[in-house]
Every structure is written in C-alpha cells, then in structure tokens.
C-alpha cells in the first residue's frame, strides 16, 4: 500500500488562525477593560489636545475616587450630545462598528470634554469679572485656549445625581453642554456614560506626552 499523501499547510494555517482569534479575543478585553485609544476629532480640547492626536484612555482612571470637577474625560454621547441616528440596517451597522473598533472609521459618538460640574453644583456664567462660578464661587480656568473668555453664553445650571456638566477647554469652537440647554436632557451627561480618562498622547510623535490626573 502507498503512503497517503500529507497535505501540507493546512496544520500551519490553523494555528494561524487561532492566533489571530486569540489575539483580537485579548485586545477586545484589553480595550474594553483597562485601556483604549481614540483619534481627537475637533480642536474643542485645544491646547490640551489637537485635531489627529491618537490618545491612550484609562478605563479604570475613576474606579476609585469617581469622577471629580476638572477633571478631562472620554464619553459615549448618545442619547445626550449625539442626536438618534437613522438605521442603517444591521449588516451596515456592524459594519461600521467592526471599522470604529479597528480605528478606521471615526466615531461620532465619543467625546472628549473638561467637567465643570458634578451632582449637586451650581454651574453659572458669569460674574462681573467674566468667570465661571461654581456653587457662588469664581473659577479660575488656566487650561483655557488663550484669549478665549469662559463662555459668550450666559447660563444657570444645577448639576442633578448621575449626570455631569461639561465644556470644551476652547471654548469660542467647543459644542458642548452649553449649546443642548434648551434639549432634552438639558446638555447634561449620565455619569455611566464616562469612558475613561486620557492619560497620554501616542501619535504624532511630535505631541507624544503624558498627562496628570487633574
């Protein structure tokens, strides 16, 4: 009897493919437990962040101490910033999110703002001086893109439990709470909705840096 004849490749292709399974299995776990990276799309953030920066998140950045006033954070914008979207029909739909995932197709739904307010503040534009007050208080904002005052909209807002005020660092380009307070929801976003925080700039490498907790 002849030998039956091996086919080669076949044992090499598998381990391949279990692989690469392997590997998306353990970035999807990555990413959606400890870190994730997202593309900066808006000059909102600036100087803090800029148009293309690729920024490293923290997902568990607020497992402790939860989110604090001042603090910068990623978060999903649907049902408050993001307005319904129209269906695409479930094959587009996964199409899309499969090309958000692999971070070739941007996604409109995530945020990048500064929180001005948390559960029970007083958030209020302005005083006599220009500031911001927070519960009576004037606030000082050093962070602000030069030259821009704190905010050309007047405003009085309490902050509810759960949900949190936020405005952009540059304030004359910055869509942000402000511009949603005639909206449902009044511009303000549930804290589960908070991603995480940006702690370090990846790409370019010209802006490559990191950044502290507050």
């Not at 148009?51 to 408050?80: E, I, K, N, P």
């Not at 319904?84 to 090309?99: Q, T």
């Not at 402000?178 to 370090?200: N, S, Y």
Request: with cysteine; glycine share 10%.
């Amino acid at each position: 009897m002849t030998e039956a004849k091996r086919r080669p490749g076949k044992p090499g292709w598998r381990f391949v493919i279990v692989a690469v399974v392997a590997f998306v299995l353990a970035l999807s776990l990555v990413r959606n437990t400890w870190v994730d990276v997202y593309s900066i799309p808006s000059a909102s953030m600036e100087p803090l962040l800029v148009v293309g920066d690729r920024v490293l998140v923290s997902r568990t950045a607020f497992a402790g101490a939860g989110v604090r006033r001042g603090d910068v954070v990623v978060f999903d914008g649907r049902g408050s910033f993001t307005p319904p979207a129209s269906g695409r029909g479930p094959v587009a739909d996964a199409l899309v999110a499969a090309g958000q995932w692999l971070g070739v197709v941007a996604n409109n739904d995530i945020y990048v703002k500064r929180v001005l307010g948390v559960a029970g503040d007083t958030v209020k534009c302005c005083t006599a001086a220009g500031q911001l007050e927070v519960n009576g208080v004037p606030i000082t904002e050093p962070y602000l893109y030069p030259h821009d005052a704190p905010s050309e909209l007047r405003f009085e807002v309490r902050v509810p439990d759960g949900k949190l005020w936020l405005m952009g660092d540059h304030r004359a380009v910055s869509a942000d709470s402000r511009d949603l307070l005639g909206a449902p929801g009044g511009g303000l976003v549930d804290v589960d909705r908070v991603i995480g925080r940006p702690v370090q700039v990846l790409w370019p490498p010209a802006r490559i840096q990191s950044f502290p907790a507050r």
